[in-house]
Every structure is written in structure tokens, then in C-alpha cells.
């Protein structure tokens, strides 16, 4: 079954606009009247920088001329070498690119200098301090130009999802913990962090637990506790399994059973790689008997749907609300129970908002499930 993936959408992402923001890194310097630039969302936004307007070659496919090259951009931080060709190649004019990147000029000179040599190819034509671009730097400034505004878009994002008050948490759970409990910790977390985004991702234990070595998730609940090296577990509840039976069931009218009781019924579990489906095979074994398995599903209301119609009992966590078909009875022996907590890749640094969301998992123990 595929995981199922949802986004919380918080504020609009501010258009990137190719400057680091103030809140880490090298500040960007101000561009005082010739940036005309404004804020938005910590980052600035604004013009290409002083001198004349860029002038792109006729025919040339220039993307985002206004991408600004000030001292402070990502794109001088990141690729200078092609910030400062950029920058010659908008105003073929040494001297105002110069003042543009905050650089001697005899500086940038030789960095182009040194860039057609590494290429091979002239990339300028010279007339004194005034240059024009030959094809073979028409071509590159069209590139470099996109590659620019992409690295700058980039930077941005990655910085946005790290921002303490805005940044993304991507979160894994269990399908049974969709209904109710997740619900109740976002809410209960974003009151404190009200603009802090989540991915959410549900699925079984062992496709999550892959995601987070991955990557592609922070954190996840989880059940049973992964037991490896590379993975940090920490418990955080637990939760207690009942026996579902048909309401006409033989055992319909009790309110506790020891397990072993159902020894010749057939049942209805989860595939296997599922943690519940684990954990009742375990607990079968424990009571003495190998469950003979009827039907196998995806979803723990999906096998209460089947037990309603009488196909089977089956060993679940409680329902997030009563489903009418089934009676749930109390296990007394084996002690039967699922552990759940939430697990993360072992030495991965976190994000502000994804430590913050940890902390509150973790302050939660005993808590978990209300």
C-alpha cells in the first residue's frame, strides 16, 4: 500500500528573491537607491544593482535579468565566478559590474580573465573598460542567468523549511494514530508554534522507518520500537490490543478473555511488515497457538469491517470511534499491548522547527494517546 502524504500549508513563501536573509549567514549589504529593493518574509527582493539596465544579447534567452549579485546574494556566495561573469555580461561595462559585485575592478578582470582561460573560449569582447559578449558568452550568460535564479530559488527554500517560526516538519505515524491522536498533537503543538508547516506521511512501521533513513521524514511514530544502531527510539506510550469479535460472536457476551480462548477462530490481520501484524503473531505465540489467517488487509478498520461480517476476529488497538457489527473484549492473558514511540535517524541534524517538535514528543511521555 502506498504511504499517503499530506501538507499543512502555512504563509504564502515569499517570492525568492536571490539574497540570503538576515536571519543566518553572511548579511547582505544594503542596496541603499540602487537595489529599490523592499522585504518580504526576511529577504530581500529588488533590482539587478546599479549602471544601466541589462542588456541582453537580440535573440538571446535571458531568465530573470533582475536577479540581484550584491556582495551578500547567494549567487556570489555560491558560484561567484558566475556572478561576476553575470554581472560584466549585463552591463558589458567593467567598471559599473565591479561596483555592482562591491569588487576592485582590476579584481573582476582578471577573474574573467581567468574563467575564458578554464573555458577556453573568449567569452567578452574588449573595447577598453566597455565589453560585448561574443557568442560563445551569449550562450553562457543565457545558462548562467537561469542556473543563477534557480541557485537563489533553492537557497531560499532550504532556508525557508529551516526557519525556527516557519520551517516543515516531515512526520511520519501509523494509520491508527491518523484519526486522533496526530490531529491532537499538531493542535496542541502549534499552539505554541502556530506557523510551523508539516508534512505528514502515513503508513506501516517498517516503509517508515526506511523514509527516515532516507530522509524523506524527521521523525515517525512507530510501533514496535525499532531495535538497530542507526536509529534512535524513544517510547513514548502504549496502547492496549483488543480481541474484535463478530456481536453474534460465542464470546460476544463476555468482557474479558484470555487469548488462548480464540485459538480456533480464524482471523483477520494485517499483511505482513506491518508492526501490529508482528505484534499479534508474537502474542499468538505466547498464548500457545499459530493464528490461521482468513483474510489479510491494509487498514485496522478495514479488518473490523470484516470481522462485522463475520469473516473472522481480530486483535486491534481501539477505534477512534465505536464500530457498530463488533464487540471489543478486554485481553487479561498474554498482556496484550503495543508500544509506541517515535524514532529518528541516529547523528542527523535537526532543523529548528523538527528539534522543537521533537522536544514536544518527547515531553509527552505517558501522554501520547490522551
Known sequence: MEDRTVTSQGQAAAPSSGRPSRGGGQAPRDPGPRGGAGRTGGARSGGAGAGAAARPAPGADVAEPDLPLDPGSWAQLLAPRLAQFVAVARHEHVTQAAHDLGMPQSTLSRAVVRLEADMGVTLLARRGRTVSLTPAGRALHASAERALTALGRAADAVRAEADPATGKVAFGFLHTLGPETVPGLIRAFRAEHP???????????????????????????TSPLPETPDLVARRLDEQKLRLVVPEDHRLAERRRVRLAEAAAEQFVMLEPGWGLRRITDALCAEAGFTPRVAFEGEEAETLRGLVAAGLGVALLPPPAVPRPGVVELTVTAPRAVREIGVAWLDGHPDTPPVAAFKRFLLGRRGQLLG
Open 195 to 221: 506557523r510551523v508547516r508539516f508534512q505528514l506521511v502515513q503508513g506501516y512501521g517498517e516503509a517508515m522507518i526506511d523514509r527516515v533513513r532516507s530522509g524523506d521524514l524527521d521523525l515517525c511514530l
